[in-house]
């Protein structure tokens, strides 16, 4: 069996970076993981081609090759998986689809013609699948009841990959979130208990990546990397032991729930085991917001506080703040703004709030008869909201636009990256030295060019670099990258106003909707209206 593994497209957002990828001669922040552990679950006697569509189209002499065609996919990834299932087809191909956005809507891709659904967690599906297409058949869906065991996972078939063209490898070490927020599908995928692999088990796959050379930075995919504490620890112990014994040939970089700053023996583990940054679920300053929607792990002390608290101990924060929840107040984006300045967060991601798909949210807006016709949720920078808000979404999507703009304006990011680093805290062991790559030294200056000569930023650039070398040199490396950041943003901050104003005049032509008033508001303002009536 000849399986051709197709990756589809993501449109450009917060995570594509292309401009800086291009200073390094890459095209991909991250490469498919999932696909290359469907190839090592999958029967191993079978022929594999991996084609990543964003890093290049498949060829015609692959679709011919091919006996088996299978997808995987994010929402966010949609138009292109739908378009890709279609050329498939016409090329007489068997397709077979799974990942997270198939598994949330499965109608849609049996719609454009797929033949196989391989749903929920492979661990389980993928096995069924291979049994019904041993026996012939043409067609199936494949649907999971419980949640594997992932220590059974195979090491995933890194050599499938085209590592020029990826700047970090991924791995995962856990699935499933201890938390309840209403608007995330993770604990609908992938259940609120943590799984995890065995320590021995990741660093196997680190041994491998190491043996096909990778040298660069490792992202570790888990949605919530702490989830499972006493797991992770453990994990981490051995991880400090192998990086020292290979001199520290990875930087990892993850996610976690905020509450990693309440457990200084975790944070300094990880930064022992050189990790670098970590991915915060900040959501919001408001603490109503963070009551309503569930994310009660924010609340449990000062986020502010929190997030300075990683970085003294050695992680740079990335944050992910979300506009337009229920009930939420008039300067919602001027607060966010605030607050990524006062914490010092260089890179935060911003949207407008999504339902997705089966989640708590989506189902509470269903019942309410919120949810806008043919508006598919997902988490891209540039979508209006799809469902009806408490405020008018004229006014959310203007704050949302001048914040984003706000948050990356050049000299303000240059200067919360600075006070971030100013403050970083630093791991007690020191990398080799090794040359840096030609490309590498050629992307530095022209970072130096831009920020340090060409624009209007040039003499901050230069006092925050030689303040930053003076003051904290050992960050300054890490500092330099982070700067170069802006390169994506600058751009892409234009491309999210254009798109939301685009959006917003084809919402505005069809005539506003009056925002939704939650039935208990409704039931106070009668009782006060009554009260004001019969003089009470």
Request: hydrophobic share 40%; aromatic share 10%; with cysteine.
């Amino acid at each position: 069996m000849r399986v051709l593994l197709v990756y589809p497209i993501f449109p450009k957002t917060f995570w594509s970076y292309e401009k800086i990828l291009a200073l390094v001669d890459r095209k991909v922040l991250l490469p498919p993981l999932g696909l290359v552990t469907v190839a090592a679950i999958l029967p191993q006697e079978w022929e594999f081609k991996l084609v990543d569509r964003n890093i290049r189209p498949v060829t015609e002499a692959e679709w011919e090759w091919a006996d088996l065609v299978i997808l995987s996919a994010m929402i966010v990834q949609k138009q292109d998986l739908l378009s890709q299932i279609q050329e498939a087809k016409q090329r007489g191909k068997l397709v077979a689809v799974g990942g997270p956005y198939p598994t949330s809507v499965p109608h849609e891709v049996q719609n454009v013609g797929a033949d196989f659904l391989i749903l929920d967690e492979g661990e389980i599906t993928l096995p069924m699948f291979v049994e019904a297409v041993q026996k012939g058949e043409k067609s199936g869906v494949f649907r999971a009841t419980e949640k594997p065991d992932v220590t059974s996972t195979p090491i995933p078939r890194f050599d499938l990959l085209e590592f020029d063209a990826y700047d970090m490898m991924s791995v995962q070490f856990s699935r499933g979130c201890p938390f309840q927020c209403e608007f995330c599908d993770i604990i609908v995928l992938y259940g609120r208990k943590p799984r995890t692999k065995t320590p021995a088990q990741l660093l196997a796959e680190l041994d491998y990546l190491y043996e096909l050379g990778w040298r660069r930075g490792v992202f570790m995919v888990d949605d919530n990397f702490i989830g499972n504490k006493r797991n992770v620890k453990l994990l981490l112990k051995e991880l400090k032991i192998w990086m020292a014994e290979h001199n520290y040939p990875f930087r990892f970089d993850t996610e976690a729930s905020i509450d990693l700053a309440q457990d200084t023996e975790l944070m300094e583990l990880m930064v022992e085991c050189g990790f670098a940054a970590v991915f915060l679920g900040i959501e919001t300053p408001d603490e109503d917001s963070l009551q309503l929607t569930k994310k009660f792990q924010n609340t449990r002390s000062s986020l502010i506080d929190s997030v300075q608290t990683i970085i003294k101990t050695g992680l740079r924060p990335m944050a992910g703040f979300i506009i337009g929840f229920d009930g939420e107040k008039t300067g919602a984006g001027d607060r966010i703004v605030r607050f990524a300045e006062a914490a010092g967060i260089p890179s935060t991601t911003f949207a407008m709030l999504q339902a997705l798909p089966n989640t708590a949210l989506w189902h509470r807006l269903q019942k309410e008869g919120r949810l806008r016709e043919n508006k598919d949720g997902n988490i891209n920078q540039t979508t209006l909201m799809n469902f009806i808000p408490t405020r008018p979404l004229e006014e959310i999507a203007r704050e949302y636009v001048e914040a984003f703009c706000t948050l990356y304006e050049p000299e303000k990011y240059l200067d919360r990256t600075y006070r971030c680093f100013l403050m970083m805290g630093s791991p007690s062991w020191t990398a080799p030295f090794k040359m840096p790559e030609l490309i590498v030294v050629k992307a530095l200056l022209i970072i130096i060019w831009r920020q340090g000569f060409k624009r209007n930023t040039r003499w901050k650039f230069w006092h925050h670099l030689f303040s930053m070398i003076k003051r904290n040199p050992r960050a300054a490396e890490h500092y330099l990258a982070t700067c170069a950041h802006i390169e994506h943003f600058v751009e892409y901050r234009q491309i999210v106003r254009e798109e939301i104003e685009s959006q917003l005049r084809e919402y505005l032509a069809q005539g506003v909707e009056t925002p939704y008033v939650p039935v208990t508001a409704v039931k106070v303002v009668k009782e006060e209206t009554a009260g004001a009536v019969s003089g009470v």
